[in-house]
């Protein structure tokens, strides 16, 4: 059993995005010594599930954007259609404009406690005007979430935001001090800043790791496998960012890393499934 915690079906509103440029796509699955999925070439969501089957994913997790025109947005409304279209294989997260505090609010109240989304999306270096991940006109968001215990994820890593910074673990460091009881996740795991964010992880308890596609080849990743083995076994979480790297490839790689097999459940489900309250 797999959840697969960053995963984006070949379906609209995602084909719409530049993640499902082909020659882009290949061009980072190849960089991480991976290769393109079948179902990416062929945009094919029965082809997806095909291998996702195949690679032992049980579930993938659906997070969604707005106000992203450039990557391509993926409303509450598009992200619950794709869930209810495979309610056994797909589990979204909604993603909100947190410069619109009463509108994502709104929208949270309606789709996460009255509607079948898990949590919260926050892209904020992704903005039409970049912010850092501290800034506090994320704060009424995050204040909602933690009154309603709803977990936030974040992306801080990768190519977040216009330059290194907005990748900074620094940002979560703050955050997560100020909201000591919500539990946040970041996704792309603070990559390349791998040791800085795990220490940040180390301090504040209530920080989910998802290095997802930075894990696979690239520096650091072996830091990200010590944290696993030992204090982050309990807030890891795993995640392929399908479609820029294979199910099938990225389960059978990340089988191979030196993980203690006695986390390896928690580390491929259970971890998640307790986060979003999901049953397996």
Known sequence: MIIDFR??????????????NLERNKRLSESMGMYQSASVLNYSMDMLLEEM????ITLGVVPGRESNPGMGDAT??????????????????????????DEAIA???????????????????ALPQPLYGDDKKL???IEYCASKDIPVMMMLGGNAGPDVSYTSPVQIDHVAADFPKTRFIISHGGWP??????????????????????????????DYVTACNFFLQDRFLFGTAYPFLPL?????????????????????????????????
């Open 7 to 20: 995963l984006r079906p070949p379906v609209n509103p995602y084909l719409k995005g530049k993640m499902y």
């Open 76 to 101: 509450c409304e598009e992200v619950t259609a794709i869930v209810d279209s495979h309610p056994d294989r797909f589990v979204g997260i909604a993603g909100v404009d947190p410069t619109k505090p």
């Open 139 to 141: 704060y009424p968001v």
């Open 193 to 222: 800043w791998v040791q800085e964010v795990l220490h940040v992880a180390f301090r504040r308890t209530n920080i989910y790791i998802s290095p997802d596609m930075y894990l696979f080849n690239m520096p650091g990743w072996q």
């Open 53 to 56: 089957e195949e690679a032992g």
């Open 248 to 280: 099938k490839g990225c389960v059978e790689h990340f089988m191979k890393l030196p993980f203690k097999p006695e986390v390896l459940p928690k580390l491929l489900y259970k971890n998640a499934a307790e986060l979003l309250n999901i049953s397996c």
């Open 107 to 125: 929208r949270i109240e309606k789709f996460v406690l009255n509607g079948v989304l898990k949590a919260v999306c926050l892209e904020p270096g």
